[in-house]
């Protein structure tokens, strides 16, 4: 799908709103408050409404998209120009290319969309598992480049491999020396009264898994990797915090598992959103 065809059929909020719904209703089997069945579409507040109790679930609610005065088609461009085409954009680029006009807007939208592109499916089903080394100190690739953000010195890799040529599947996650400096961080931001995006700072305490998985990748192939990475990032995400950098490792790592597939990068990114959505975690409202 390129970008004429996406705004062709999704320039207004309905349609983006039927096709948010035909992905997540299935998520929303009972009331939130009183547990029952019955629930009614309303596109008043485009949500259901329990027909016992009279609870509204949002679909916004449900979903990353809560709390934000977004409408559902500014959702959908902003998901769309993140998602499409084989490099990352910057925030300036997707500001230029969107209908939004804040800097701010499209830059804490874009960090809450890779927030979602997390694959922990595909690290549980990894069958390899690797350090990948970057070597700030020869320049590695221009790795020190004013133009590219700090990034960390090993990156953890696992590989699901396939039968089929060319599609392996990776998943990228920083190295857990950094998990102590990133959670301090989360933590200043919280308490800071003039931090206004502590939802995207949400703290989670994970313990270290100890990884028995055989460690056989290629050396080449983990040198392609880095370098592949090194240049995605390069002049695109200036001043990149290791915060959020994790963000944007999902997105390379999505982009790289869907480089030879038929699933348009739109419905890849919906199945994804489904599988991490919780059932039933919209606002409870009572009428």
Not at 96 to 114: G, P
Not at 227 to 240: A, P, Q, R
Request: hydrophobic content about 35%; overall charge positive.
């Amino acid at each position: 799908m390129n970008l004429s065809e996406f705004y062709s059929r999704y320039s207004d909020e309905q349609s983006c709103i039927s096709f948010l719904k035909n992905h997540l209703e299935k998520k929303v089997s009972c009331c939130s408050k009183c547990s029952a069945k019955k629930l009614v579409w309303k596109e008043s507040f485009a949500g259901w409404r329990c027909a016992k109790c009279s609870t509204r679930i949002s679909l916004k609610s449900i979903s990353f998209m809560r709390d934000s005065n977004l409408s559902f088609v500014e959702w959908m461009e902003l998901i769309f120009l993140v998602l499409h085409g084989k490099k990352s954009r910057s925030i300036s680029e997707i500001l230029r290319l969107s209908r939004q006009t804040r800097h701010d807007t499209v830059s804490y939208a874009v960090k809450k969309i890779r927030q979602e592109l997390i694959d922990t499916k595909l690290k549980a089903d990894a069958e390899f598992y690797d350090l990948i080394e970057f070597d700030h100190d020869s320049d590695e690739i221009g790795l020190n480049s004013i133009d590219t953000p700090g990034i960390p010195t090993t990156i953890k890799i696992f590989i699901k491999p396939s039968k089929l040529k060319r599609q392996d599947q990776i998943y990228l996650e920083i190295s857990g020396k950094y998990h102590l400096d990133i959670l301090s961080t989360k933590i200043s931001r919280h308490l800071s009264p003039q931090y206004r995006h502590k939802k995207l700072c949400t703290i989670k305490i994970k313990n270290e898994e100890s990884n028995s998985l055989p460690s056989t990748i290629n050396h080449l192939w983990k040198k392609k990797v880095k370098e592949n990475f090194i240049k995605s990032v390069k002049g695109i995400h200036h001043n990149l915090s290791l915060l959020f950098m994790q963000g944007v490792l999902n997105e390379y790592c999505f982009k790289y598992n869907l480089r030879n597939s038929s699933l348009d990068p739109l419905s890849a990114f919906m199945q994804l959103f489904e599988t991490n959505v919780r059932q039933n975690c919209g606002e409870s409202k009572t009428t």
